[in-house]
Each structure stands twice: as structure tokens, then as C-alpha cells.
């Protein structure tokens, strides 16, 4: 079920690939239900992406797969709605999670490139100032900052003059 959501969901067919690809990891193939199983979920990526498909593509797979998915049971109604629910409620939940976690990732980097451009004391300087910074804007600026700016004096100085490093 996890496994059929994340396809669902993925947001590119890269990520839909390496999905598939965890999924093979997960299942035991000498058992025939697992085998058709991934099959189906092979058959079903190809279906909905062509562009993916192998040479020997069979488009009987194609015709049988859209008669599947014409013959909604409850069960896979039910497990829609039930995917939504859990879409919402992870999204309320993670989603906070989520921005805490990309604003901590992106200064790591703002302080990464600023210890490469300007060196170490700079970079802990400017990280203990980015360390309340919670708008994204602003991280970007410093971003464009580090860029421009001719010495870590400077950086420093145009994020303190700026008001970047509070919230």
C-alpha cells in the first residue's frame, strides 16, 4: 500500500523509478503473487508513461491494464479516500517538519559557500547569524550575497545591515 501511494504521488518518473526499484528490493520474487505484483506495477509505470516503455512492449499489457483500473472496486475507493486523508494529515503534520528541515539544509550551504569563498571564520560568523533566519527570501539573498560580495567583511556587514539574521 506505502509502495502504491509513493508511485501515486511521486512528483517526477525519476522518482517513480527509483520507487519501482526499492519495490524489486522489497519482494521476495520466488513467490508468483510478488512476481505478477511488480509486473503489475511495471505494466502500470509503462502504461501512464510511455516514453519509458521497452522495446518489446506489448500493447495487449496496455488494454488490460485500462480495464483494470475501469473496474474501481470499493476497496480501491475507499483506499482513495483513504489516501487523500493521509495526504492531508501528512501534509499538516510534515509540512512543518519539512520547512524546518529545508531552511536548516540551505544555511549548511549558505555557511559552506561562505567558509569556501571566505574562509572558516566567516563561515561561523554568518552561520551563528543565519541560525534564526526563518524566510526563505532572505537565505536567498545571502545566497546572492556570497556572490557578490568582495570580502567576508562585506557579507557580513550587508546581512547585519540588511536585517537578515532575524526572523
Excluded at 519482494?27 to 509503462?46: A, I, N, P
Excluded at 571564520?121 to 550575497?145: C, F, M, N, S, Y
Aim: aromatic share 8%; net charge negative; with cysteine.
Amino acid at each position: 500500500m506505502a509502495a502504491l501511494a509513493r508511485l501515486i504521488f511521486a512528483k517526477s518518473y525519476v522518482d517513480a523509478i527509483g520507487l519501482l526499484g526499492e519495490v524489486r528490493g522489497w519482494l521476495d520474487f520466488g513467490d508468483e503473487d510478488e512476481t505478477r505484483l511488480f509486473q503489475c506495477y511495471l505494466d502500470w509505470f509503462h502504461a501512464t508513461a510511455p516514453e519509458f516503455r521497452p522495446r518489446d512492449w506489448n500493447p495487449e499489457r496496455e488494454r488490460k491494464l485500462e480495464e483494470l483500473m475501469a473496474e474501481q472496486s470499493i476497496l480501491q475507493r475507499n483506499n482513495e479516500r483513504w489516501l487523500e486523508g493521509y495526504r492531508r494529515d501528512a501534509f499538516a503534520e510534515g509540512h512543518t517538519d519539512g520547512r524546518r528541515e529545508g531552511l536548516a539544509h540551505e544555511r549548511a550551504l549558505l555557511v559552506q559557500l561562505a567558509v569556501r569563498r571566505f574562509g572558516a571564520d566567516t563561515g561561523r560568523r554568518l552561520k551563528a547569524r543565519l541560525r534564526v533566519v526563518e524566510d526563505p527570501g532572505h537565505l536567498e539573498r545571502v545566497g546572492v550575497l556570497i556572490v557578490d560580495s568582495e570580502t567576508g567583511e562585506q557579507l557580513l556587514g550587508t546581512v547585519d545591515g540588511a536585517g537578515m539574521n532575524s526572523s
